[in-house]
Nanobody, 118 residues
Framework: QAQLVESGGGLVETGGSLRLSCTAP????????LGWFRQAPGSQRESVAL???????SYADSVKGRFTISRDTAKNTIYLQMNDLKPEDTAVYYC????????????WGQGIQVTVSS
């Protein structure tokens, strides 16, 4: 059962943009990581963007310069801004929060479809 709620997916043309949102039910104070993953049909789930608890963001090579992860602490929400989308970005996107406090755990969103038409 998903503990995080995702929104913002959909169908977009090549070169278009989408912003995904992922909201936790409560505040996240300390975390190991906050991130976005994706899984295309027939492929394994891969990390797309990661914000580490110690600081710093990292991105898959395939999305560097196009995707940006951000966080709104007051809204308990992380975002994935996706620009210059390509057909190979088509996948189900999942958010993840690996939380240390207040309630430790590895939390996932329900997954949301992003489809980029050529």
């Amino acid at each position: 059962q998903a503990q995080l709620v995702e929104s913002g997916g959909g169908l977009v043309e090549t070169g278009g943009s989408l912003r995904l949102s992922c909201t936790a039910p409560g505040r996240v104070f300390r975390f190991r990581s906050l991130g976005w993953f994706r899984q295309a049909p027939g492929s394994q789930r891969e990390s797309v963007a990661l914000r580490k608890g110690g600081g710093g963001d990292s991105y898959a090579d395939s999305v560097k310069g196009r995707f940006t992860i951000s966080r709104d602490t007051a809204k308990n929400t992380i975002y994935l801004q996706m620009n210059d989308l390509k057909p190979e970005d088509t996948a189900v996107y999942y958010c993840n929060m690996n939380v240390l406090s207040p309630i430790p755990g590895d939390y996932w969103g329900q997954g949301i479809q992003v489809t980029v038409s050529s």
